[in-house]
């Protein structure tokens, strides 16, 4: 089997490897060449130098749509963590129906964010109706709103993740701190957490990413408004791009920078939890 891998390999690597390159690895260069020219079509793309990125970083809608963005990634980093986890630790106990509220809680996940958007803002709406408001019309209502959809949606993925992570740690370790006379809070914090790390890696970057590159549900929940004060990144980059005419070209360098903003703070993030995880 192995000599017939190491002889035909090419039949199954090159196929892939041109649908990559075709598909991402072309297009993203292109797009960064892009970002430094002034165009309507690719074929009328005239350079203009770094004139695309002055006028992004000094449109006031993307650096607000920043930081945004941030503060929404702190807040869902840490809402569907923790939610995650603590669901996750009550469905590894010894309970009837934990293969139940696992589905349960991980269909949400299932069903598009365009979807989600539309049926979460009729929700809102008719519970703001009786207050005279609505979603849009609230900056602090819709940030809470994008929070709220968004831990719906994603703790149960996050959570089959942990019940992963949970279910790995050896049975000898945790029987080994009972002896020693650990509770079930030094426990929790001095063995399953710190063996817990590699799942927490994950989990925290798919979490931060997925924050950032939220698009889908920014869109259909609360489209920016009020006056783009709940716009995201993605939906700035959209909406500057697809919305403003001879904006192209800076519509193409801002999402540059997003890309790079997100690669950064990801590969920051992996660093600092990786150094955490122990060997088992």
Known sequence: MEKTLKKYWPIFLLPTMAAFTIGFIVPFIEG??????????IRDAKPVG????IEAFKDTTFVDSFKF???????????INVLAFLVALALTQKMKGTNLFRTVFFMPNLIGGIVLGYVWQLMFDAIFQKFDTAL???????????VILICWQQIGYMMIVYIAGLQSI????QEAAMIDGANKMQRLFRVTIPNMMPSI???????????????????????????????????????????RVGYEGVGQAKAVVFFAIVVIIGLLQLKLTRNKEVQQ
Do not use: R
């Open 32 to 41: 960064i060449y892009l970002s430094f020219c002034e165009f309507t079509t």
């Open 50 to 53: 770094l004139q695309n990125y």
């Open 69 to 79: 963005t941030t503060l929404f990634a702190i807040v869902t980093l840490v809402l």
């Open 136 to 146: 849009k019309l609230n900056e602090v209502f819709g940030f809470w709103g994008l």
């Open 170 to 173: 050896p049975a000898d370790i």
């Open 201 to 243: 890696t994950i989990c925290t970057f798919l979490t931060i990413t997925n924050s950032f590159k939220l698009f889908d549900q920014n869109l259909a929940l609360t489209a920016g408004e009020p006056m783009h004060k709940t716009e995201m990144m993605a939906l700035n980059i959209y909406d500057t791009f697809y919305g």
